[in-house]
């Protein structure tokens, strides 16, 4: 099972949405050059909230891909998943159609339901307390903004490929620290 949901004003657009101009004149009859469509799989993991923590991302763009992994000392689960996504976006030099999938609803529901109340309250949640993570959620949408990005949650440890693979590779970043070089 899996819930597909576009960020509003982060660069992304829902489906069936037009542009301004669509329909407009005869801007509507050029043609553009679509954009090349990239698929961000992304997974983070902690030993202990907080404690150590690991990030994976596979970044798949036609039949390439690329699998990126980091970690850190002290941090918590939900920093290493919007850091995992995060790291995805960075990697993309130009403009693209992105569909990120994770099994975070913390970050799928950050950037699709939360993030424009935040905002408008001064980066205070519902319980009128500073938002946590606010460095990495102004970075997402920094690094969002000139994507059209579409957010995919998936259940996690539920069989997904590419979400499985994104577990092991924050799994195997977590335990890279603790063994020898």
């Not at 679509?34 to 030993?47: H, Q």
């Not at 036609?62 to 699998?67: I, L």
């Not at 693209?96 to 529901?109: A, E, G, M, R, W």
Request: aromatic share 6%.
């Amino acid at each position: 099972m899996s819930e597909e949901q576009t960020s509003k004003g982060q660069g992304a657009r829902g489906k069936g949405q037009g542009t301004e101009n669509e329909g407009q004149g005869d801007m509507s009859e050029v043609p553009r050059k679509a954009l090349p469509k990239v698929d961000i799989f992304c997974d983070g993991a902690c030993s202990g909230n907080p404690g150590p923590g690991g990030y994976g991302t596979i970044l798949r763009y036609r039949d390439k891909e690329k699998e990126l992994s980091g970690n850190e000392r002290d941090t918590t689960n939900n920093r290493m998943e919007l850091t995992a996504a995060l790291e995805g976006l960075r990697q993309l030099n130009r403009p693209c159609k992105v569909f990120i999938t994770t099994d975070s609803q913390y970050l799928v529901n950050g950037m699709t339901k939360w993030l424009a109340g935040w905002q408008k309250n001064g980066w205070k949640n519902g319980k009128k307390e500073p938002v946590a993570n606010r460095d990495l959620w102004e970075l997402l949408i920094e690094a969002a903004s000139r994507h059209q990005v579409v957010w995919n949650w998936v259940r996690g440890h539920a069989g997904h490929a590419e979400n499985e693979r994104c577990d092991t590779l924050a799994r195997n970043a977590i335990s890279s620290m603790n063994s020898p070089d």
